[in-house]
């Protein structure tokens, strides 16, 4: 047995969230890995109950009555302020619904406007040049490395406001900032390396230009600590099906900072985020607070098998949590450095901890024909193209044994 097996046994007997593997559906046995938890989590133990009581008796029996009874009408801020302590968020500022693509369209449009209305989220008297004279913000920066749809919505959004717009890479955001910019646009964690980007500092650099920010927290949203509040981010969005293990396409989320929810104007005013919404009153006005942010009838079966899926956050706070991931990641590059014969893989992945997410992305030839044989043998990670392997690490079930089986696996397919 070799030393990365005791070293397993010796860091599982020392991991405080071990007991929270009881409460997630996993495959049984010492053989079954799932590393995928960054493309989707795996699932709670007390979802299933849940959705059947959802089905069964607040729709089957209740019907109608459900939407007050059975809290159904408020589930999208009620469910906002459970999400909202894991991205570091005060109560009231995060609302459940839609998907992350239509929650950046909101959010990117609406910062736009609230940058044309009043100069940026800092500088209410707006932007004036040398002279005085107003100036017009018609630019927005986008992460160049940004997952696709991002990409697609800020290029419609652009093209809606009238907005030029410009690709960067996040650590050309502040040389790339000037009092055109209008809104900016970022992840959190790249989803392709698993590069942490350091949210505070680019956040302060926004602000100081007078512009908005907006983050993507699909990739960091319950693996670490975000600190939205704490750094003045002025929107977010982000999904809940990974880390958060809230289901197959279950709902998204928007934050809207509270010193900007007066003047945040979405694109997209449904008659749910009206300020009376049974009024059905032919002119809009928006709802107060974080409300504004919703659109239309929520989906409430997906919605409440997500509050549910929260359940497992009870106790858990996500230092504990990040602590954990960065030390399941060092030890997965540990084997992977002592299994793997040399030159058979790259690591895209930062090895400095400021820098690294919750996953470690491997450069290596035939990707895609290793990751299938990965899964053969039990170990599930996934496989971006053209090269490059992905594991994700979701503290709340994964384990040190599971680390090390998985890399001694990648090392005997590739020896």
């Known amino acids: 047995m070799s030393d990365l097996v005791f070293k397993a046994r010796e860091l599982d007997s020392g991991d405080q969230l071990a007991d929270k593997r009881a409460e997630f559906v996993l495959d049984a046995g010492d053989e079954a890995v799932y590393l995928d938890g960054n493309s989707l989590g795996a699932l709670p133990a007390s979802v299933p109950a849940r959705v059947e009581d959802v089905v069964r008796r607040q729709w089957g029996e209740l ?27 005060a109560a009231g500022q995060v609302v459940v619904g839609d998907s992350t693509s239509v929650n950046v369209f909101k959010a990117l449009v609406g910062a736009v406007r609230i940058a044309g209305e009043s100069g940026g989220s800092r500088d209410s008297q707006g932007s004036r040049d040398s002279q005085g004279s107003r100036v017009s913000r018609d630019e927005i920066l986008v992460d160049a490395t940004t997952f696709p749809t991002d990409g697609y919505i800020a290029e419609s959004a652009a093209r809606m406001t009238g907005c030029a717009l410009r690709p960067v890479t996040p650590a050309q955001v502040p040389d790339a900032l000037s009092d055109r910019t209008a809104a900016v646009l970022l992840n959190h964690v790249d989803y392709r390396t698993g590069r942490l980007h350091d949210l505070p500092a680019l956040t302060a650099a926004v602000r100081e230009a007078g512009a908005v920010s907006v983050w993507d927290l699909c990739h960091s949203a319950g693996a670490l600590p975000v600190g939205l509040d704490e750094h003045g981010v002025d929107l977010a969005v982000g999904c809940t099906y990974k880390y958060l293990n809230g289901g197959p396409g279950s709902p998204a989320y928007l934050y809207v900072r509270t010193g900007l929810q007066d003047r945040f104007d979405s694109p997209l005013p449904g008659w749910n985020s009206h300020a009376e919404p049974f009024g059905m009153r032919g002119d809009y006005e928006p709802a107060a607070g974080a409300a504004r942010g919703r659109v239309g009838t929520p989906d409430i079966l997906s919605m409440l098998a997500l509050e549910a899926a929260l359940e497992v956050w009870e106790g858990v706070s996500i230092e504990a949590v990040r602590a954990k991931s960065l030390a399941l990641t060092d030890f997965f590059l540990e084997c992977v450095a002592t299994y793997v014969p040399q030159g058979r893989v790259e690591s895209l992945t930062p090895v400095r901890h400021e820098e690294r997410g919750s996953q470690v992305a491997l450069r290596c030839r035939d990707a895609g024909g290793v990751m299938r044989q990965l899964i053969e043998r039990g170990v599930v990670g996934d496989f971006r193209r053209p090269d490059v392997l992905r594991f994700g690490f979701t503290p709340l079930y994964v384990g040190f044994a599971d680390v090390e089986r998985a890399a001694r696996v990648l090392g005997e397919i590739l020896g």
Request: hydrophobic fraction near 40%; glycine fraction near 12%; aromatic fraction near 12%.
């Open 63 to 89: 019907r109608i009555r459900s939407w007050d009874e059975s809290g159904w009408w408020t589930a999208p801020e009620r469910i906002g302020d459970r999400i909202a302590p894991l991205v570091g968020a």
